[in-house]
Antibody
Framework: EVQLVESGGGLVQPGGSLRLSCAAS????????MSWVRQAPGKGLEWVAY????????FHVDSVKGRFTISRDNAKNSLYLQMNSLRAEDTAVYYC????????????????WGKGTTVTVSS | DIQMTQSPSSVSASVGDRVTITCRAS??????LAWYQQKPGKAPKFLIY???SLQSGVPSRFSGSGSGTDFTLTISSLQPEDFATYYC?????????FGGGTKVEIK
């Protein structure tokens, strides 16, 4: 079964740090680009970061640039999000999601999502 | 950045109704658009890609259309399991952006 399982969320004070992890199984992780998407309480979806299969190309949304870093370890089938200088507005459920591939065509859609991990930034 | 605007923000409908949701991009995105369904407390589910292609396993009562800046998601006959929030997402360029969501509620 194709599966993504996030972990690492929790309560952190403003200015603090957290590292989120996403464990992939049921597919060849190294063949897929991956993203992090977040959802603040009662709000819509916001794409946060993207990483290519080999980790050599990364994009981050402007609101997290310089604070968050996406990375991956293909040997461990794992995706990460290092979050520093956290702010109250970073409070959200964080999802990892897989880039969609069909018939050898790559698209910037996300076809498989984890259940999410909750990050709360509060004093 | 490309802004995605959905309308309406919520719609009340009955089982069996036809429901149409609109998504507008702030600039042309060709057909690089996806639709997702999200139920409370759950992850989004991938429904439609490239504006009109149905993802495997998605019921045929769901359909999508449009190109350029204007897109629609149609549910031809609403079923009880379809009550959820729906999001569009542009895949034309980074940053990837989502619409604000449309909540489909029971009338």
């Amino acid at each position: 079964e194709v599966q993504l399982v996030e972990s690492g969320g929790g309560l952190v004070q403003p200015g603090g740090s957290l590292r989120l992890s996403c464990a992939a199984s049921g597919f060849t992780f190294s063949n897929y680009c991956m993203s992090w998407v977040r959802q603040a309480p009662g709000k819509g979806l916001e794409w946060v970061a993207y990483i290519k299969q080999d980790g050599n190309e990364k994009f981050h949304v402007d609101s997290v640039k310089g604070r968050f870093t996406i990375s991956r370890d293909n040997a461990k089938n794992s995706l990460y999000l290092q979050m520093n200088s956290l702010r109250a507005e970073d409070t959200a459920v964080y999802y990892c999601a897989r880039r969609f591939i069909v018939a050898y065509h790559y698209y910037y859609y996300m076809d498989v999502w984890g259940k999410g991990t909750t990050v709360t930034v509060s004093s | 950045d490309i802004q995605m605007t959905q309308s309406p923000s919520s719609v009340s409908a009955s089982v069996g109704d036809r429901v149409t949701i609109t998504c507008r991009a702030s600039q042309g995105i060709s057909r690089w658009l996806a639709w997702y369904q999200q139920k409370p407390g759950k992850a989004p589910k991938f429904l439609i890609y490239s504006a009109s292609s149905l993802q495997s396993g998605v019921p045929s009562r769901f359909s999508g259309s449009g190109s350029g800046t204007d897109f629609t998601l149609t549910i031809s006959s609403l079923q009880p399991e379809d009550f959820a929030t729906y999001y569009c997402q542009q895949a034309n360029s980074f940053p990837l952006t989502f619409g604000g969501g449309t909540k489909v509620e029971i009338k």
